[in-house]
Each structure stands twice: as structure tokens, then as C-alpha cells.
């Protein structure tokens, strides 16, 4: 027997299918989001940097509705009260950083922070202030560590801080879905975590419900994150996905993100890495994608680590460890598998859960 398989969720259409103008600076007061305030709030300051995290999605079994911020990575966004950009509208003025791209556009409406914080604006009912805004990106496009979702997060972020943090995280969490749908599909399971923090749970998309699972506080989580030279676009990974599962694997697949949640609440990294390993829809059909992929989460597992899986499309592999030292052996043998079986050079990182999420930088008073 098989069952329809939702690969992607109808999005709620917030923005205008057709091509905008190619100005670089938009209008927030053009797109059909509801407007959160009545009033439309003052600048608070003059200007605000935020910072937002990456994030592992899915998580192994909990495909599009389980993720998970990570210490220590992430994009930065500055967002400015300009006079010389027209009222209500926003400008990028500037991307930077240690993976800023060719391929990232200045246009609001087509780069995932100008399109959140656009969302972000539409919300709060800005007209009256223009914005510049400047990306630092920190995190490699296409990398499974949650890219677009940083630069979204720390957008929209930014511009509720900067007229006093009317919105909350649910609706920032829409904001950024904005972004998410427009660049690789309606789904929350890197926005919400980078937004929230710590684990986050999606109980439904219509209407928007988010879960957060607190890891124990006296409990510490490391993840080995391995990314190889190689880029897997979402779009394309999720091409890749089966249309209908068998009964028997749905019922699997339910019975191991049920044991995820029940290991995350506890405390429990066996059981989290167990779990986290034992997706029987969705890695299989990207792994042979990625090469190495399934000889690195062997080695992964051979190695001491709890569990090992793809890191939301890849090509990143995440395993969940105990320690640092382990992490760092598990690390060195993740990436000699996809050297040897994958022929691509990889870099191997040992982090914290991120329990913040997507926080105000600095800021300059008015």
C-alpha cells in the first residue's frame, strides 16, 4: 500500500508570482501579508546588527517539520534608517563575507534577506522610513547548513528590532518563510530554528504551529558538521523525492521521529542518534546523490558517533557526539570517507546546540 508523500506544502500566497522591476530598492507595502500593528511604530534606533545561526533540518526522520540551530555559524545583516531610499521601500547596498557570491542579487525581491525583510516591513505597516540593508554571509550557499534561512532570520530580525521588536517569533517565522518558499520551498524546518533556537517542531503549516523541544539545560549536545566541496541545491534534492512511500515506511519513519522527540525532551543522545539515523524515505533517495555520502555516515558511526545523517539536503553530514575529543575523531574519519570514496576534499567542525537563535548584534541609538 502507498500513501501520498508531501514533498512541499502549499505556501500561503503572500508574494506576486510575476517578475518585479529589476530597481534594486522595494516597496514593503505592495505585497498581500497581514499587517500585525495598526499603528505604524517608530524607528527605535538609527541602526541594528543581528546575527542568526545555521541550522540542521529534518533531522534524519523529521523531514520539513524537525530542525535545529547550531552554535557558532551563521550571517550577520545590518539594517539602517536611510533617507536617501524612499519611504517604505528597503535597498541592499552591500554582501559581504567569507562566502558572499556572484549569485546572491542585490534586488530585494530576489535575495532571501531582502524578501524577508520586506515580509518583515509589510507587517509592521512601514511606509514612512526607508532602509539599507548589508548581508555578511557566513555560511556557503548550498551547503544543507540552513544559508538561506540565516540570511532570512537575521533579516527580519533586524528590522523588527529596529522599530522595537513589535513581532513575535511565530510571525518572524512567517516573515522568513517568505524568503524560504521563493528559494528552495514553503518549509519552516531551518527558518523556525534559526529564528527560535534549540529544536523546534512544525505541528502544522495551515495554520503556522511551531513546538520548541527543550534539550535538558544540563545536558550538552555536539554536533560534527562535515561539508564537502560540493553543492547540493535544495530544489534539486527535493526533485529527487519519491511522490508516494509504502505504508510500512511511513509507520517506520513515524515511529523514529516520535523517538527523536521522546530522545531530544530527555536528554537522551543514544537514543537522539539512533533515531536521527534511521530514516528509511528521504536519505536514501539523496544519498547516492552526494558522493561518499553513505561511506562517510559509516565511518560516522564506526567512529563512536551516536548517529550520522544528511544535514537538511546536503551535502553536509551531521553526526551527534558526546565530547569534544570524540568529535574530533569522529570528524577526521568522516571526512577521510569522502575523500576516499567521494574523491571531494570536506572540512569537519565540532559544534554546540545553538539555544538563542537569531539575536540583536549591536545597535546605534537614535
Same mark, same amino acid.
Given at each position: 500500500?502507498?500513501? $501520498?508523500?508531501?514533498?512541499?506544502?502549499?505556501?500561503?500566497?503572500?508574494?506576486?508570482?510575476?517578475?518585479?522591476?529589476?530597481?534594486?530598492?522595494? $516597496?514593503?507595502?505592495?505585497?498581500?501579508?497581514?499587517?500585525?500593528?495598526?499603528? &505604524?511604530?517608530?524607528?527605535?534606533?538609527?541602526?541594528?546588527?543581528?546575527?542568526?545561526p545555521a541550522t540542521v533540518a529534518n533531522l534524519g526522520p523529521g523531514f520539513d517539520f524537525l530542525g535545529c540551530a547550531v552554535d557558532g555559524l551563521g550571517d550577520h545583516v545590518s539594517v539602517t534608517v536611510d533617507p536617501s531610499v524612499h519611504p517604505g521601500e528597503i535597498s541592499i547596498t552591500e554582501i559581504y563575507g567569507t562566502h558572499a557570491s556572484s549569485k546572491l542579487s542585490k534586488n530585494p525581491i530576489w535575495n532571501c534577506a531582502g524578501i524577508a525583510a520586506i515580509a518583515a516591513m509589510k507587517m509592521l505597516n512601514i511606509r514612512s522610513v526607508g532602509l539599507s540593508l548589508s548581508l555578511e554571509k557566513g555560511l556557503p550557499l548550498g551547503s544543507g547548513?540552513?544559508?538561506?534561512?540565516?540570511? +532570512?532570520?537575521? +533579516?527580519?530580525?533586524a528590522v523588527n528590532e529596529l522599530f522595537g521588536g513589535k513581532l513575535d517569533s511565530r510571525e518572524l517565522v512567517l516573515? !522568513?518563510?517568505? $524568503?524560504?518558499?521563493?528559494? /528552495?520551498?514553503?518549509?519552516?524546518?531551518?527558518? +523556525?530554528? +534559526?529564528?527560535? !533556537? !534549540?529544536?523546534?517542531?512544525? #505541528?502544522?503549516?495551515?495554520?503556522?504551529?511551531?513546538m520548541r523541544l527543550e534539550f535538558p539545560a544540563d545536558k550538552e549536545l555536539l554536533f560534527v558538521l562535515v561539508s564537502p566541496e560540493f553543492e547540493a541545491p535544495t530544489k534539486k534534492m527535493r526533485a529527487a523525492l519519491p511522490l508516494e512511500i509504502a505504508m510500512p515506511h511511513h509507520v517506520w519513519n513515524c515511529s523514529q521521529a516520535g523517538a527523536l522527540v521522546a530522545s531530544i525532551l530527555g536528554g537522551d543522545l543514544a537514543g537522539l542518534g539512533k533515531a536521527l539515523s534511521s530514516d528509511k524515505i528521504v536519505e536514501p533517495k539523496r544519498a547516492p546523490l552526494i558522493p561518499g555520502m553513505e561511506a562517510v555516515k559509516k565511518a560516522a558511526l564506526?567512529?563512536?558517533?551516536?548517529?550520522?545523517?544528511?544535514?537538511?539536503a546536503g551535502p553536509t553530514a551531521v553526526a551527534v557526539v558526546e565530547g569534544e575529543e570524540r568529535g574530533e575523531e569522529v570528524g577526521r574519519r568522516m571526512? &577521510?570517507?569522502? #575523500? #576516499? &570514496?567521494?574523491?571531494? &576534499? /570536506?572540512?569537519?567542525?565540532?559544534?554546540r546546540l545553538d539555544r538563542i537563535g537569531a539575536r540583536l548584534v549591536s545597535s546605534v541609538a537614535r
Open positions: 500500500m502507498a500513501i $501520498s508523500f508531501l514533498s512541499t506544502f502549499k505556501p500561503i500566497a503572500f508574494f506576486p508570482t510575476q517578475k518585479s522591476s529589476p530597481t534594486p530598492p522595494l $516597496s514593503c507595502c505592495n505585497l498581500s501579508l497581514p499587517t500585525v500593528t495598526i499603528t &505604524e511604530p517608530e524607528p527605535v534606533f538609527t541602526s541594528v546588527q543581528t546575527f542568526a547548513l540552513g544559508s538561506s534561512a540565516a540570511s +532570512a532570520a537575521a +533579516a527580519a530580525v516573515a !522568513g518563510l517568505e $524568503s524560504e518558499a521563493k528559494v /528552495s520551498g514553503y518549509h519552516a524546518d531551518n527558518i +523556525a530554528p +534559526a529564528i527560535m !533556537g !534549540g529544536f523546534v517542531l512544525i #505541528r502544522s503549516y495551515d495554520p503556522l504551529e511551531l564506526e567512529a563512536g558517533a551516536f548517529g550520522c545523517t544528511i544535514s537538511g571526512v &577521510e570517507a569522502f #575523500r #576516499r &570514496e567521494g574523491n571531494l &576534499e /570536506s572540512v569537519a567542525m565540532v559544534k
